[in-house]
């Protein structure tokens, strides 16, 4: 069960011509977590492709207190010490889950093609995020049980911003991500909230360094979420 499961994003840019050592320390982190640490569920560190040196972080932790685990292991230390160094900006997102589901076992990812990783930010009308996030968790629902090449769904809402959203998706290749925008529910989903939708950014990543524990089987938050105001694209 993943009631109080905590996620982090993160948006982490490194100067020019250091980006195999900070995928190289990201590796030791993301590895040897996914093998001592139970409660560390999955973790993604993936380079935006044409902007290599900027990276989308993504993990899922099964509670808070698996959280607090992390940070104070010697891989994560390890981490802040020499990778900090490395960075030139450090964005952090605070966002909620809205629905975490894999096909994935427990295992680790470290090529650049093992999968095919997609990554939105979407901001909605005030007026229509809740009706949003009802359409895009159905579509998510059914890419996950029609489609063997749609291996992972992780969507976010932002928690200052309730009408901005995150997606992080992953797909077997690229043919299972042009299969997954023919099928009847993709198509649904965009003729559904084609009149809410504010803005759009999409991000093709390579794989950096995934891990998984293979036990985020079903998260989905149902409850109404909160207004906010729709603003131009950032």
């Keep these: ?47 935006i492709k044409g902007q290599e040196t900027v990276s989308y972080v993504f993990e899922v932790y099964r509670s808070e207190e698996d959280y607090q685990i992390h940070r104070a292991s010697p891989q994560y230390r390890y981490f802040v010490t020499e990778a900090g160094p490395l960075m030139t900006e450090r964005q952090a997102y605070d966002v909620q889950p809205i629905f975490l589901q894999e096909k994935l076992p427990a295992g680790q990812w470290t090529q650049p093609n093992d999968f095919y990783l997609k990554f939105a930010q979407v901001e909605v009308k005030a007026e229509g995020a809740t009706d949003f996030q009802a359409i895009v968790t159905e579509e998510m629902v059914a890419s996950m049980e029609k489609e063997t090449g749609v291996l992972a769904m992780y ?63 079903t998260y989905k938050r149902n409850e109404e979420i909160g207004r906010a105001s729709c603003r131009e694209r950032v």
């Excluded at 490194?14 to 973790?43: H, Y």
């Excluded at 997954?180 to 909230?193: A, M, V």
């Design 155 to 217: 969507a976010m809402a932002d928690a200052q911003k309730s009408n901005r959203f995150y997606f992080f998706e992953v797909y077997a290749d690229e043919a299972a991500y042009l299969n997954h925008r023919e099928t009847q529910h993709f198509k649904d989903y965009i003729e559904g909230t084609a009149d809410l939708v504010c803005d759009k950014q999409l991000y093709d990543l390579y794989n950096g360094t995934a891990i998984s524990q293979g036990e985020l089987k």
């Design 1 to 47: 069960m993943l009631f109080r499961s905590i996620i982090h994003l993160f948006r982490l840019t490194v100067a020019d011509g250091n980006q195999s050592r900070f995928q190289a320390i990201g590796l030791k982190n993301l590895t040897t977590s996914q093998e001592q640490e139970p409660g560390t569920l999955a973790m993604y560190a993936s380079p």
